[in-house]
């Protein structure tokens, strides 16, 4: 499987951004669908994932209320939509493709493939 992560840029403050993570070859609706992120000069977090269906999703406690994750199975792509941007939020998103369980969807060691990852700033 193939990742292609998109989106990213320049927002201010309690702004919005919508990233996408498309895939290509495999069979996208076998895996589940993570995000993580990665600070300047921090290490990778867990952002949030998406079970194979859809049915099931898990965040990180920082972006809950504020970030929503969906997949769309037929179209092979995963979506983060990103609401009240914070400037902590800053980051190089990478979105992952794996078969953990829902209570591991942060453990990055159990997925196979990643995206080349998309920059999002956003300023104060």
């Known amino acids: 499987v193939q990742l292609q992560a998109s989106g990213g840029g320049l927002a201010q403050a309690g702004g919005s951004l919508r990233l996408s993570c498309a895939a290509s070859?495999?069979?996208?609706?076998?895996?589940?669908i993570s995000w993580f992120r990665q600070p300047p000069g921090k290490e990778r977090e867990f952002v949030g994932g998406i079970s194979r269906e859809g049915a099931s999703t898990r965040k990180a406690d920082s972006v809950k209320g504020r970030f929503t994750i969906s997949r769309d199975n037929l179209k092979n792509t995963v979506i983060l939509q990103m609401n009240g941007l914070k400037p902590e939020d800053t980051a190089v998103y990478y979105c992952?493709?794996?078969?953990?369980?829902?209570?591991?969807?942060?453990?990055?060691?159990?997925?196979?493939?990643w995206g080349q990852g998309t920059l999002v700033t956003v300023s104060s």
């Open positions: 992952a493709a794996g078969r953990p369980i829902l209570g591991a969807y942060d453990q990055a060691g159990l997925y196979y493939y």
């Open positions: 070859g495999g069979t996208f609706r076998s895996y589940v």
